[in-house]
Every structure is written in C-alpha cells, then in structure tokens.
C-alpha cells in the first residue's frame, strides 16, 4: 500500500511540473529561424542543417532561442520567423514586404507564456525610414514607416495576449534612430527590451559563438526580471 501511494504522489508531482513549465514562441527574422522549425514551414530560411557558406551554425541546438528554452526549463510553442522580415511593410531596394512583415505574422504566435520578438534589423539595413511616433489611429501607409508600425506591432501583441510576457530584443550595430526608437517604443508600452552586446557574427549573422552570446544576454535578462 505505500509503494502505491508512494507512486502516485510521483506521478502527481510529475504532472505538476510539467503543467508549470512555461512556453516560448518566438516572432523573429532570419536570425531566429532554423530549418524544420519554423511555423509556418514555408518561411523562408539563414540557418539550415546543412550551411550554406553563410554561417557556422548547423545544428537547431546552436541557436540562441533553443539554447535558451532548454537551460530555462521552457518548452516551445510556435517559431514565426522568417528571413528578410522588416517589422514593417517597407523592404529592400524599396520593395513592398508586407507578406513577411512582423505585422503580418503577429496572429500566428501560438499561445505562449513568453514571447520573445526579435526585429529591426533589416528595417536598419533596407533603410527604412524612422517616421514619427503614433499611439494611435494609424492607417495602411504608416507602416511603410518603422516608428508606427513597431507601436501598431506592440499595441496589437498586447491587446491579444494579455497574459503573456513579451520580450523585445534590441540587435547590436543597428542604426541609431532605429536603436533609440525601439527602446523609447518600449518604454512606452512598458515591454521590456534586451539591448544585445557585442554579438559575434559572419555576414552579418550570428555564429555559434554569437548564438550563445545571445542566449547568454536573454537568460541574464529574464533571470533578472525574476520570469523563470
């Protein structure tokens, strides 16, 4: 009788810890995705098994986001990421991005307990404009412009998942009006940003050397936070 119940308070304490460990989704671009993990599968890819001249990183454990859920206890819900995304609808060589924007994709999150947003790189390297900061009222044409579209992109997360903690993650290198606006935007919402340092990366992505340091600096953040 008590090997019984000493079984079935194991199987109960196991039940609950792991109905406490807490999901992760990520809203990304290129520097998020790997291949075979991304939700939907049609996004396109930097990082694949088997790299193509471009990167160091060849297995989905190298990355900073797997890195970080496995050391945190977390498991992952939903990988939007797709390679090239601007926040915005405003792309490379002025091309309309709107089909990979972060604003198209912010309805397929999943339904996580923590949602880490990493962008504004390429609105940085496309050479978007910062435009002005609108709280409110914005219209199809504001988010041809980074400021708006970023507040619309952070309003919208917030009013649809109440219950969630976002995270919003600054690169390194960026463009000073992109760097400054981003964390005022924040500010404003009151999400928290992690302003990453000092990332090491080849053609301007992170190596595996890099994906650690990322994880490191996102660990340290939410372990400072207390969201563990």
């Not at 090997?3 to 990304?28: D, E």
């Not at 000073?176 to 981003?182: A, K, P």
């Amino acid at each position: 009788m008590n090997r019984f119940f000493t079984l079935l308070l194991l199987s109960v304490l196991s039940m609950t810890v792991s109905a406490q460990r807490l999901s992760v989704s990520v809203l990304g671009d290129s520097y998020s995705t790997f291949e075979g993990f991304m939700t939907p599968a049609s996004n396109e890819l930097w990082y694949y098994c088997k790299p193509r001249g471009n990167t160091d990183v060849n297995e989905v454990t190298q990355t900073w986001w797997w890195q970080t859920i496995k050391e945190m206890g977390w498991k992952l819900d939903t990988n939007n990421s797709y390679s090239g995304a601007t926040i915005g609808y405003y792309g490379y060589s002025g091309n309309d991005y709107s089909q990979r924007s972060f604003i198209t994709r912010m309805d397929q999150i999943g339904k996580p307990d923590i949602l880490f947003v990493f962008g504004g790189t390429n609105d940085s390297w496309a050479g978007e404009k910062v435009g002005d900061y609108k709280w409110g009222d914005w219209q199809y044409g504001d988010f041809y412009t980074y400021r708006p579209a970023m507040a619309y992109m952070l309003n919208y997360l917030l009013l649809h998942h109440p219950n969630v903690q976002i995270y919003v993650l600054i690169n390194d290198g960026l463009r000073d009006d992109i760097t400054e606006s981003s964390k005022e935007i924040c500010r404003h919402y009151g999400v928290p940003f992690i302003l990453l340092n000092a990332i090491d990366k080849q053609n301007g992505h992170p190596t595996i050397k890099g994906m650690r340091q990322i994880a490191e600096q996102v660990m340290a953040a939410v372990k400072a936070k207390g969201a563990e």
